[in-house]
Every structure is written in C-alpha cells, then in structure tokens.
C-alpha cells in the first residue's frame, strides 16, 4: 500500500509563492503518474497537475498554466508543485495522487491519495 505525505502549504498574500512537496512510501512500478489535485470550499476537487515518473510528461489545468510548476526527484520518491504568482482563487486543500499508468487527469484514475494540504492565499 503506497501511503503519501504532503506537505508545504500555509497562508500566504496575493502574488506569493510556495512549494508543495508529496512523498511517496515506496515507488514500487517503474511506470506511473503522481498528480496534484485540490479542492476548495464549496466546490469540487479539480486536477491541477501531473507528471510521469519515467519520462517526465507533464500536464496542467489551464488555471494554473505558466505559474505552477510540478517537477520530481526519483531518489526521493518525492514530488513537487511550486506555485507561484498565486492568486485568491487558488485557495484549496491540495492533495497529492499517485496511479500506475499514464498521465490522466481524472482524479477517478488515482489510487493513492495523501490527506491534503491547505494553502490560503489571502487578497
């Protein structure tokens, strides 16, 4: 059972930046996607990113396109999500995913889920 764990997130003002990090327990398949995902109050979890650990791919929402950045280092079986320029709107618990195949973006596709980070970012 691959657990993951985030972490990174807070209360920060209109055009700052974070770093969201999500570690996996194990990466036990040599093909597979981690994604990010969030959800904010009121409103249905969305994909927000994802990349594949053997070739790189990756993929973003177009609310997000040119500031978030997801990257990952395999050592570390560990992924990241740097946002920046973040704007009210991005206000959500973000939680890290984990599937054994391609890059998807319905949140249906991932087995593995963390247990959330909120980030705030206040106007």
């Known amino acids: 059972q691959v657990q993951l764990v985030e972490s990174g997130g807070g209360l920060v003002q209109a055009g700052a930046s974070l770093r969201l990090s999500c570690t996996a327990s194990?990466?036990?398949?040599?093909?597979?996607?981690m994604g990010w995902f969030r959800q904010a109050p009121g409103k249905e979890r969305e994909f927000v990113a994802a990349?594949?650990?053997?070739?790189?791919?990756?993929h973003y929402a177009d609310s997000v396109k040119g500031r978030f950045t997801i990257s990952k280092d395999n050592a570390k079986n560990t992924v990241y999500l740097e946002m920046n320029n973040l704007k009210p709107e991005d206000t959500a618990v973000y939680y890290c995913?984990?599937?054994?195949?391609?890059?998807?973006?319905?949140?249906?596709?991932?087995?593995?889920w963390g247990q959330g980070t909120q980030v705030t970012v206040s106007s």
């Open positions: 194990e990466r036990t398949f040599s093909t597979g996607t």
């Open positions: 995913a984990a599937r054994r195949g391609g890059l998807v973006t319905m949140q249906i596709a991932y087995n593995y």
């Open positions: 990349i594949t650990w053997s070739r790189s791919s990756t």
